[in-house]
């Protein structure tokens, strides 16, 4: 079982940036494929990232390409994103997952809220 918990969410001004964390407890995160999802009201969970094991292959989706990046530390069994140049779309509850199989993520956390006013 992994269990894992967002932090780093909040209010930004467009241009801005922030950093995501999600904390991983339980066994053997660094065996496992991470990712990153967001979620509006008006979208379901789309794809945002993904991060090998060794964190030596990522995969971003076009709309946050060269502007977000995806890393973790193994030691500390963390994830993170880093959000820059926000937009005002890029306003959703974001949401950590972990053991990617077959496309489908076995564990998800509870999600951080990022706003980016214009």
């Known amino acids: 079982q992994l269990r894992l918990r967002e932090s780093g969410g909040g209010l930004v001004q467009a241009g801005g940036s922030l950093r995501l964390s999600c904390a991983a407890s339980?066994?053997?995160?660094?065996?496992?494929?991470m990712g990153w999802f967001r979620q509006t009201p008006e979208v379901d969970r789309e794809f945002v990232a993904r991060?090998?094991?060794?964190?030596?292959?990522?995969t971003y989706a076009d709309s946050v390409k060269g502007r977000f990046a995806i890393s973790r530390d193994n030691a500390k069994n963390t994830l993170y994103l880093q959000m820059n140049s926000l937009k005002p779309e890029d306003t959703a509850r974001y949401y950590c997952?972990?053991?990617?199989?077959?496309?489908?993520?076995?564990?998800w956390g509870q999600g951080t809220q990022v706003t980016v006013s214009s």
């Open positions: 997952a972990a053991d990617e199989v077959g496309g489908s993520w076995h564990y």
């Open positions: 339980g066994r053997a995160f660094s065996s496992y494929v």
């Open positions: 991060i090998n094991w060794s964190g030596s292959n990522t």
